[in-house]
């Protein structure tokens, strides 16, 4: 894809339209799972899932087209039509992203919505982006006399392409995602979530060694540190999840007593209600009885 799109007067840039197809086909797979959710397994919470990503990825999205106000409100009255032409840097995106995430985290509290089948949905979709994104953009690596180095046009020099290794070790992932997990019906199990985390740190970390990029911390570039936390995170992910599922079922069984309390409570009221009264509190057959005496 070329850095600039001309289309009459106007010009969009290259990276922007990739991540913008890469989120839409992200937000479409996302749509997909959770219609088919519904459909298979009648869960009420696919629909909210599918609302609260598609609301998350649209904070980041204006948080990042106007973030600028916050950064630079002098744009505000100098040049507000400048507004239209400025897109946001990292600091907008990362500020986006801590928005989008505490409002899914109060939605999924509100509507009381399984957070693994959350994360689950969302690894789907964000793999999916990853995917075509890389696909869409190439990425210049270390200097290389292979083959299949790419280079900017009329030079000599040849790079290694690193999105497309990237993108060609996420293939299996997908594979295995679309046409074996998701026929499974196992999805908030965690499973899907945690091999995703696994395989994808592992494959961004393979790639990374062909990237040129300057280390940041512990000897390690900022892409790199990112797969590693992945690798960290995936690896946790059960002994997070069987606490997590641990604390839940001491609450299901803390409400099962509080249920078994009132209800025992309500059937010996039935049953109090149920018996005979008779004079002073007690029957007696010869003065209750159908033969009672007449007075």
């Known amino acids: 894809m070329p850095d600039v799109l001309q289309i009459g007067p106007f010009q969009l840039q290259g990276r922007l339209l990739a991540l913008l197809l890469a989120c839409a086909l992200g937000l479409w797979l ?58 946001g840097s990292g600091t907008e995106i990362s500020l986006g992203m801590l928005i989008a995430c505490i409002y899914m985290y109060y939605q999924i509290h509100k509507n009381r919505i ?30 290389t006399t292979v083959p299949w180095g790419i280079g900017v046009e009329g030079t000599v020099s040849r790079f290694h392409p690193y999105h497309a290794y990237f993108s060609l070790l996420l293939v299996p992932l997908l594979i295995w995602q679309h046409l074996i997990e998701l026929h499974k019906k196992m999805l908030g199990q965690v499973v899907l979530l945690k091999y995703s985390l696994l395989f994808g740190g592992a494959a961004g970390m393979l790639a990374s060694f062909f990237a040129a990029a300057k280390p940041t911390l512990l000897y390690l570039s900022s892409a790199q540190l990112l797969f590693l936390f992945m690798l960290i995170i995936g690896m946790l992910l059960p002994v997070l999840t069987h606490n997590t599922s641990r604390k839940e079922l001491s609450e299901l069984s803390q409400n099962d007593s509080k249920t078994q309390v009132q209800q025992e409570q309500q059937n010996l009221e039935r049953e109090k ?7 002073e509190g007690f029957v ?3 003065l209750d009885g159908p033969n009672r005496p007449s007075t």
């Open 284 to 286: 007696d057959k010869k």
């Open 30 to 87: 996302i749509r997909r799972v959770s219609q088919r959710l519904m459909n298979h397994t009648h869960t009420v919470t696919a629909k909210p899932i599918e609302d609260l990503i598609f609301n998350g990825a649209v904070i980041v999205l204006l948080t990042w087209k106007l973030g600028v106000i916050v950064t630079q409100p002098s744009l505000l009255w100098n040049n507000p039509l400048k507004l239209l032409m400025v897109s």
């Open 273 to 279: 209600s149920a018996k005979p009264v008779g004079k």
């Open 114 to 143: 399984p957070l693994l089948l959350v994360l689950d949905v969302f690894a789907l979709g964000i793999t999916a982006a990853a995917f075509l994104y890389c696909v869409l953009i190439p990425a210049y690596g270390l200097p």
